[in-house]
């Protein structure tokens, strides 16, 4: 398969449905690179057609933001916005909540104006509308998943439907942890707290919210957040459970189960 | 005599509003101490928010339990009110039941109605002070709560059924005194609460039943009056400003955080030299120092905090055990006002204290715990977000002081140059898609 840059397209005269803003986790991360190539592969398999921007693409400034630092996020904004407004981006889609979130609500008063999408919603509408097909009987059929809320898609943005639908489509059973949806428990990694030690405490918040999710006796615990995903797994492997446990990106189940 | 109680009645009420009504001028002037936000467009949608979030409580009905009970004692409280207005009447006017002969049967029945709401209110209020002081709910033993604000609490539930109580003794009296044929008490037909409480007051005499009936009379309304002075000091302010606060509760998502647009400019003007004005002067002040720098509903929502701490118990940092509390925050922020407020109150105007908000009333440690992860906006049944406040401070922080910890110093530094907040080099950003091209 081809993945192709908005600077490829340009200079083939093509312009894509979508513009797939992958994010520095989805870019750098070992683990959620696997999450950024199981969604590439879902859009090659059902032949979306969609474009990164590759090296062109930088920090949305989110985690600048919300750390305090206003001046390093206008910067940010300001160079990507110019990027993507000169592609004429109409449409972008994410796997990162918290560039959903800057995307979709905080660059339009910046200048930068999108129909912007978490890739959760995609992979729903894609299989309402057939285009994704599943395996019958596939590798999560009948088991126990228990699908963790991400801060910034669920109470920041009202998404919670979207996730669960996808994971209902896999003919699982979900398990609700005790804390969900509005009152769901954060990973721990928002606010730029991914990017520091924690503040002194008696316990690290990841792991609060792993042993929620792992009281649930999931088989796997389902994330739509690569930040989230970082602190699951880490909150899994600190219990010692990997073995038995997975941590999953809801788009590597739904790639790991297309026909 | 009957003169000498009105008078008095005149004089109690007169103190009583023109107390109030100063002390609620200084919240208000504290209030306009934040900056200007307009938070005027979309009234509807601002009125529906009124209706649902206040006037509806639909955020208590998280708990349906514990919102049932607390609608028990708001609609008691709300409705027992309306007697009040009978008893202001009366008091005034030198009658007693001024509104029996002209209802008629339907004053037997609202009479009935109140008492109803009066024993419910009662015991709600005893089982909120269990819930506080025998259960002891997590919140309500929180060390947010330690000294004045556990008191107030508990002041607030003892006093409403005090009220109560002498609501309901001075209507058993009332019917003793109507069975006796005292002709000043008029027949109103019994009450079905208060009649139960007769037989502690039969055989009494009709000038000691006087007597009761009377005080209770004083005290209820007298209590009254002095509740509503003790308010603007007190936690239980929300019951006047959860009106205000849902109306101007933010409309936008809960992830978008509130623009700069004078840092956008300084990195337009940056940017783009040849747009900025050559007269653009630097921004006083980035983010919030002190509560001069919040916004006036930030300031609104610390006066509306009724310290319930929903806030905290939902908030990932205070759970694991870190300094952050929401609720003190918002704790934190009204104490700040209110110390300020003092000093202009004797210094006619602000004059340094060499204190602020930041610092003095909220630590580092506090605001670094924070994810924004909006649970304690999520859970405020009064629209009330400390994390705007924990926003703003945070920004203080980091642009006027340059206070950040090491980690994020890196952090910044890699997104300034590699354009990720993790130090890898930009050319690898689509190494993965290399890997799958191939």
Known sequence: ?259 | MQYVQQALFVLLSAAAIWLFTKKAGEIRRNILLGKDEDLSDNPSLRFKNLLLLALGQKKMFKNPLVALMHFVIYAGFIIINLEVLEIVLDGLLGKHRLFAPLLGPLYNWLINGFEFLAVGVIFVCVVFLCRRNIIKLKRFIHKDLNGWPRSDANYILLTEIILMSLFLTMNATDQVLQANGNEHYHQTGSFFFSNLLTPLFIGDSNSSLMAIERTCWWLHIAGIFAFLNYLPYSKHLHIMLAFPNAYYARLEVPGKMKNMPAVQNEVLYAMQPETAPTDAAPPARFGAKDIFDLSWKNLLDAYSCTECGRCTASCPANITGKLLSPRKIMMATRDRMEDVGRNINVNKHFVDDSKSLLHDYISIEELRACTTCNACVEACPVSISPLEIIAELRRSLIMEESNAPQEWNGTFSNIENNFAPWKFSPDDRDKWAEEMNR
Request: contains cysteine; hydrophobic residues 35%.
């Open chain 1, 1 to 259: 398969m081809k993945v192709n840059t908005m600077a490829e397209m340009m200079m083939n005269g093509e312009s894509p449905e979508i513009l797939f803003w992958v994010g520095c986790a989805g870019s750098f991360d070992q683990r959620a690179q696997k999450i950024t190539k199981a969604f590439a592969s879902i859009l090659d398999k059902v032949g979306y057609k969609y474009a990164i921007l590759g090296k062109e693409e930088a920090c949305t400034g989110d985690p600048a933001r919300r750390a305090g630092n206003e001046f390093l996020f206008q910067m940010m904004a300001y160079q990507n916005i110019q990027v993507l407004n000169g592609y004429g981006i109409k449409k972008i889609v994410t796997t990162c909540p918290h560039c959903f979130n800057t995307l979709k609500n905080e660059y339009p008063e910046l200048g930068g104006t999108y129909e912007v999408i978490h890739h959760t919603t995609l992979l729903q509408q894609l299989i309402d509308e057939g285009r994704i097909k599943l395996k019958e009987g596939g590798s999560f059929k009948g088991k126990k998943i228990s699908y963790h809320d991400s801060c910034y898609l669920g109470r920041a943005n009202n998404i919670y439907e979207a996730p669960r639908k996808v994971l209902e489509a896999l003919d699982a059973e979900l398990i609700e942890m005790k804390r969900c949806k509005t009152n769901g428990l954060c990973c721990g990694a928002g606010g730029a707290q991914m990017f520091k030690e924690d503040e002194p405490g008696d316990k690290r918040i990841n792991i609060e919210r792993t042993d929620e999710a792992l009281a649930t006796g999931a088989a796997f615990i389902a994330s739509a957040c690569p930040f989230c995903n970082t602190m699951m797994t880490d909150g899994v492997k600190n219990r010692e459970m990997e073995n038995e446990v997975g941590v999953l990106d809801i788009a590597e189940m739904i790639a790991a189960s297309m026909e």
